[in-house]
């Protein structure tokens, strides 16, 4: 993890998606976390920079601080792949499943580990397809999110969803993604896990106002508290993590990740989701993860560019 190891380094930050907010925030603490450490590094943004100042700059790593479409879905990654220029995070395969959550819960469901019962939907499906979703997932309330997005954008939660509602719930996601994943309303303890080179960091309890862990709550404010580590029996520690690990392996990750997991009123857990390209704002997880296992901010960037690779 010396800086002498690293190179000339690019930051990837900003870009076109409906993170770009979030990513900027990401990239400038990267930048300055990296730069504490002596490392040459150079930021780039996708959208106002050309692919000629990523290709002639002579990089030797790429940190990708990029979030949601053309960030962490497999296209920047095939772009770092062809130039051969190694870069943090999941390759193109991962990303490309990972970034669309309906596929990931599909491949988690096959390899045994356990999500949220939900259908696949679209803003033109019709009346008997949502009372269908209505009746077989509703019954604890609904949560409506695009397939193809992070950070909560486009989210509805319906406590008690009627045939309007989860119209007009798609019509919102719909403006983000037109596969819309529609999934039963968990109600319960919510945690967030960060996986570091394979395995798992102490494991997150978010403790959002009334379970509304949404955008404003994410990047904004300080209503929002953590434990960390989450208060869970020995056996429900042990247990999460290796299945989180496991699911990280089963859709082929690498370098780092964070996964969403969710505590039924039973006791059973459930995975949400997987960001593969986690972000490192001031309010972000994976730092607060790492800081447990004695991993400062600077140093957990250096931690991530150290895997970086190439496919």
């Given amino acids: ?21 979030v990513s900027l925030m990401s990239g400038e603490g990267v930048l300055k976390a990296l730069q504490s450490k002596g490392v040459d590094v150079t930021a780039f943004d996708p959208k106002t920079d050309s692919l000629e100042k990523l290709e002639s700059g002579r990089f030797d790593r790429a940190f990708i601080a990029l979030h949601g479409r053309l960030g ?12 051969n220029l190694p870069y943090t995070g999941p390759g193109v395969a991962a990303s490309a499943v990972s970034i669309d959550k309906e596929t990931t819960k599909t491949i988690w469901r096959a390899a045994g580990i356990p999500v ?48 309007k509602t989860l119209r007009d719930a798609l019509n919102h996601a719909g403006s983000r993604c037109e596969d819309i994943l529609v999934e039963e309303y968990i109600r319960g303890r919510e945690f967030t896990v960060a996986i570091l080179d394979g395995k798992v960091l102490p494991i997150i309890e978010i403790k959002a106002p009334e379970g509304d862990y949404d ?39 690498r370098g780092w990740s964070r996964i969403d997991v969710m505590q039924r009123p039973d006791g059973s857990f459930a995975l949400l989701e997987i960001n593969t390209s986690p972000g490192m704002t001031p309010h ?23 895997l970086a690779r190439v496919d």
């Fill in 116 to 163: 949220p019962r939900g259908v696949l939907l679209h803003p033109t499906s019709d009346d008997a397809a949502l009372e269908a979703a209505i009746a077989e997932l509703g019954a604890t309330g609904l949560v409506v999110k695009p397939a193809r997005d992070g950070s909560s954008i486009g989210v509805t939660k319906l406590n008690a969803p009627t045939l």
């Fill in 1 to 21: 993890m010396e800086k002498k190891n690293m190179g000339r380094v690019v930051l990837l930050m900003g870009g076109i998606s409906s993170e770009r907010d």
């Fill in 215 to 253: 955008f404003q709550n994410k990047y904004f404010g300080n209503a929002v508290s953590y434990d960390c580590p989450a208060q869970l029996t020995d056996n429900e520690t042990k247990s999460v993590g290796e299945v989180c690990e496991k699911a990280f392996a089963a859709l082929g990750a």
């Fill in 284 to 306: 972000s997880l994976v730092p607060m993860a790492a800081r447990a296992v004695g991993l400062d901010y600077a140093d957990l960037c250096l931690k991530v560019l150290s």
């Fill in 72 to 83: 962490e879905d497999g296209t920047i990654q095939g772009v770092l792949n062809y130039l």
